[in-house]
């Protein structure tokens, strides 16, 4: 929704509620179609993605849901000739980063929870911030923290530990790699949004994660804040682009009805 977008609102049970009615025009079979034809595209032709097509990728991607609200991705499309080269030499020289059109390093990053809590304030889409979302993103700088060392973790997580004894209680993330992994999180969930974009523009990817991860943070100046998740190769399937049939395993493997 932009600035411009009027919110609308109802009454239920007495208040003004914000309302954002279910679509029911969904095609499924269309949605269906765009899931299972997206397999893991390892030769791409020739053929550019358009900037167009690409950009609205990734505003789709960064629709993807997020920890928070708080969006803690980045994606660097690399477009200079030689940085590419450099790439596609720290993914190892794989086909699927070799014959890409795009090339976009999707990179999670930890430390703009505070900034991104406070623009949250800022940028709040209606009139009035509620104060219980006020103080949650007043709080969760705090929460996100692991101090140096991990030392806040360790405190929060021992007051944690004791105070779950009586009832639910967060259980982090604290520690610098649990940080990491909930930025990872959302990021991934952005990557997903990417390549099904990609997918329901006519185009394909490989999500990638054999790369060297040093020599990608030096090519594109990332500090220990910012870590590379996934390099995604994108562009137009080639004939022989997709290398063998999909394998899942049987749904009883992984589906428990608990
Ligand atoms: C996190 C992640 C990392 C991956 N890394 C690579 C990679 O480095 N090289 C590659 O060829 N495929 C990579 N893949 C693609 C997987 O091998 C592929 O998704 C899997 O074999 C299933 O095939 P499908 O995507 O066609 O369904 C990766 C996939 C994911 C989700």
Redesign the pocket.
Known sequence: MNAATPIKTMIIDGKERYHEPAPKDIDLEQFRQVVTS???V?KFTNRPIPKEVLDDCLDMAMLAPCSSGLQPWEFYVVRSLPKKKQLVRA?MG?L?AKTAAELIVCVARTDRVQEFSRKMLLEWPMPEVPPLVRRYYQLIPYNYAPGPLNSFAMLKKAAFSVGGLIAPVPRGPYTRSEVALWAAKST?LACENLVLALRAHGFDS??????DEQRVRKLLKLTDAALPI?VVGAGERAEDG?FWP??RFDRSLFVHEV
């Open positions: 997206r397999r893991s390892r993914c794989q699927a991934a490989c999500m990638m994660e054999g790369f996934m997709v999909q394998v």
